[in-house]
Nanobody
Framework: QVQLVESGGGLVQPGGSLRLSCKASGNFFSIYNVGWYRQAPGKQRELVAHITSGGSTNYADSVKGRFTISRDNANNTVYLQMNSLKPDDTAVYYC??????????WGQGTQVTVST
């Protein structure tokens, strides 16, 4: 029932920062666990960061210490703050709930390109 729209991507130099937003519509957003995923050309989609309804977080080893996931339930939004960006971070980034992942529903994502 929840629908999600990603935004905030763009072109950034190595070492730069971006903040991605995931805006949700629908009911019961506050009870959903939400993950940020990314897919680079020629690679499988991977889970980058995850946040539970209670605010507990987990990160892929490749981004731990550089990325921070957070949520603002009052605004139905989940964020991904990305610092110290590397060229290997270049990918399309998606947010999704556990239910949408289970039913293979994905949005358009937002493109992040890290390059000089």
């Amino acid at each position: 029932q929840v629908q999600l729209v990603e935004s905030g991507g763009g072109l950034v130099q190595p070492g730069g920062s971006l903040r991605l937003s995931c805006k949700a519509s629908g009911n019961f957003f506050s009870i959903y666990n939400v993950g940020w995923y990314r897919q680079a050309p020629g690679k499988q989609r991977e889970l980058v960061a995850h946040i539970t309804s209670g605010g507990s977080t987990n990160y892929a080893d490749s981004v731990k210490g550089r990325f921070t996931i957070s949520r603002d339930n009052a605004n139905n939004t989940v964020y991904l703050q990305m610092n110290s960006l590397k060229p290997d971070d270049t990918a399309v980034y998606y947010c999704n709930t556990e239910g949408r992942v289970a039913t293979q529903n994905w949005g358009q994502g937002t493109q992040v390109t890290v390059s000089t």
